[in-house]
């Protein structure tokens, strides 16, 4: 069955539902990574990490949902949570895309935007976009942790992030809507582990900025060096 085409007698609906059935289930077999993943965004966040995201079109809507729930929240009133979405800077977007071309709009940004140990996290339903794949490179020469959804595995944007998760169906739509699951479960687990990451935190010291400048009281009892000399007599 071609995907997408309803078969003789059902309706786009069952269709669509059929699909998306059969690439669900093997989503179950995701939990423990999904988990892994919440645990380890919560840790980096809470040390004061980013999480930068990024995708092309529906994937580009689904990465900005999910910057959405981490910057607001998911569930429960919790702190803000650092998260970017690359294509939502559309001004920055337009300037890279014409001045460097648009395989560079993401990678780019990776680049301005990432710190060691911060984390990429590319959406792709056919993990082949050259935009994304330039991203992933800039993420490993800036020391960003790589994960990927994408569609079927083996592609190439799976191959070249850490780790990625990939939705076995030849639907591209369908592709998208599980990404979307995974998404919410991976910010649910991502609170979960929030208040341990908190916990594990040093106590915040008083914020420093580049140049300090200390201000003291005058000592009256002491002539001031710097002031001018006097004529002497009376004033």
């Given at each position: 069955m071609t995907a997408g085409t309803p078969a003789a007698g059902a309706t786009v609906l069952e269709d669509h539902l059929s699909l998306l059935a059969a690439a669900l289930l093997p989503l179950r077999e995701a939990e423990q990574m999904l988990a892994r993943w919440g645990a380890e965004l919560a840790q980096r966040l809470a040390a004061g990490g980013r999480l930068l995201v990024a995708g092309n079109g529906g994937s580009a809507a689904e990465?900005?949902?999910?910057?959405?729930?981490?910057?607001?929240?998911?569930?429960?009133?919790?702190q803000p949570l650092s998260a970017i979405a690359l294509h939502a800077e559309t001004s920055a977007l337009s300037a890279i895309a014409n001045d460097y071309g648009y395989d560079e709009?993401?990678?780019?940004?990776?680049?301005?935007?990432?710190?060691?140990?911060d984390i990429l996290l590319l959406l792709s339903t056919s993990g082949t976009s050259t935009n994304l794949l330039t991203a992933a490179h800039a993420?490993?020469?800036?020391?960003?942790?790589?994960?990927?959804?994408?569609?079927?595995?083996?592609n190439p944007l799976a191959?070249?992030?850490?780790?990625?998760?990939?939705?076995?169906?030849?639907?591209?739509?369908?592709?998208?809507?599980?990404h979307l699951v995974a998404s919410h479960v991976l910010c649910e687990y991502v609170e979960l582990a929030l208040p341990a990451a908190l916990a594990a935190q040093p106590a915040a010291g008083p914020v420093r900025a580049g140049v300090e400048v200390v201000l003291t009281e005058p000592d009256l009892t002491e002539p001031d060096p710097t002031a001018p000399a006097g004529r002497g007599g009376p004033a």
């Open positions: 990465a900005q949902h999910l910057t959405a729930e981490l910057v607001g929240k998911l569930r429960h009133d919790r709009t993401f990678a780019r940004q990776v680049r301005a935007h990432g710190r060691p140990h993420a490993h020469q800036t020391g960003l942790r790589c994960w990927a959804f994408t569609g079927p595995a083996p191959d070249l992030c850490h780790e990625h998760l990939a939705i076995d169906s030849p639907d591209g739509q369908v592709v998208q809507e599980l």
